[in-house]
């Protein structure tokens, strides 16, 4: 029962603190994109869900929400999740070079494509991501953006790489150090390891770490594979949910998911939106990407890379996300 009672109070005082207090100034919304790989695993579902919910909440402007993943149920998937959350017209990009190519073993993406509805039929159907970020990027002020990748790195390679254009006489480069505050990375393994998203496309991950001229906040494999969320949701009388439906559907398929889905992704928005106080405690330095994929760390007081180690309590974190993931879409007269 002690146990039960702490971890309440420690949920209830990190939401305090989380939240706008009264009489304090409203801090303005964290513009974001959203860069994912949706598909292959499901805690993008559930990423997508807490960057819905912030956005309802004032915390977030989502400026659109792409896909490193060029499977044809990607785009659709995305679509269905935004127009849940009364935001069907976010924009949708995809890489229109070579890229990974990957669907959902459970089956849950053609599932809620089927059942919910959605405007756009095909991933191939969307443009180009690279179209979008610099389209996006150059309408808005200067070191405002903060881009969350939870996917493969093809998308960022294409922008670094991409030259002036109708939408900006920058460079790719040139245009993330003018307009991007931060980048927030689901990916790699820390201190060394071999983690998906970089390894699937290893040239673009070794090619983005080397080249990012700002900031990178990564949350690493080890984060997210202690964080299970998802049986609360499920558990839950919400219902007609495409979020409900993917862990519904995908967390019996797996006998590692008994204890909910592992929730990598989720920390990367968690912290896009949060940062990192309170929630991690962070290790300064530079990420080594090899060319089979696998990463090391350099520790550097001078670096602008950061890995984040675990701070807050691994139950605390998972009731924060899953509270989160569970918001339902609050829609505004001018949406209905």
């Known amino acids: 029962m002690k146990q039960i ?69 990607v785009a659709p998937s995305i679509n269905v999740i935004n127009t849940y959350f009364g935001r069907g017209e976010l924009a949708i990009g995809v890489p229109k070079t070579t890229g990974v190519n990957l669907g959902s073993s ?34 808005q002020a200067d070191t405002s953006v903060t881009i969350i990748t939870v996917g493969f790195l093809t998308n960022l390679n294409n922008l670094l790489k991409s030259k002036p254009d ?86 019996p398929l797996s006998e590692e998911d008994k204890n909910g889905r592992m929730s990598w992704d989720e920390t990367a928005v968690l912290i896009g939106v949060y940062g990192t106080d309170r929630f991690f405690d962070t290790v300064r330095g530079k990420i080594i990407v090899n060319t089979d994929g696998s990463n090391t760390w350099e520790n550097n007081s001078d670096g602008k890379q950061y890995y984040v180690k675990q701070k807050m309590s691994v139950s605390q974190i998972s009731i924060f996300i899953e509270e989160r993931m569970m918001h339902q879409p609050v829609f505004k007269k001018d949406k209905m």
């Open 166 to 251: 109708n939408n900006s006489s920058l460079t790719g480069k040139e245009l993330v150090t003018r307009k991007v505050k931060r980048l927030v990375s689901m990916a790699g393994s820390f201190p060394a390891g071999r983690e998906f998203n970089i390894y699937m496309d290893s040239a673009a991950s070794k090619y983005v770490y080397e080249n990012w001229p700002g900031e990178i906040i990564f949350t690493g494999f080890e984060i997210g594979s202690q964080i299970h969320t998802g049986l609360r949701l499920i558990k839950s009388d919400i219902k007609n949910s495409p979020v409900k439906d993917v862990f519904r559907i995908s967390i």
């Open 106 to 139: 459970q089956h849950w993406a053609d599932s809620i494509v089927l059942k919910y509805p959605h405007t756009i039929k095909s991933t191939s159907d969307v443009p180009d991501a690279v179209d979008i970020y610099r389209k996006m990027l150059s309408n």
């Open 5 to 73: 009672l702490s971890l309440l109070l420690g949920f209830l005082l990190i939401f305090y603190a989380c939240s706008n207090q009264p009489g304090e100034k409203k801090v303005k919304p964290v513009k974001i994109i959203f860069d994912t790989d949706l598909g292959p695993d499901y805690d993008d579902v559930g990423a997508l869900a807490f960057l819905h919910a912030m956005a309802d909440s004032g915390k977030v402007e989502i400026l659109a929400t792409l896909a490193s993943n060029k499977h044809d149920l």
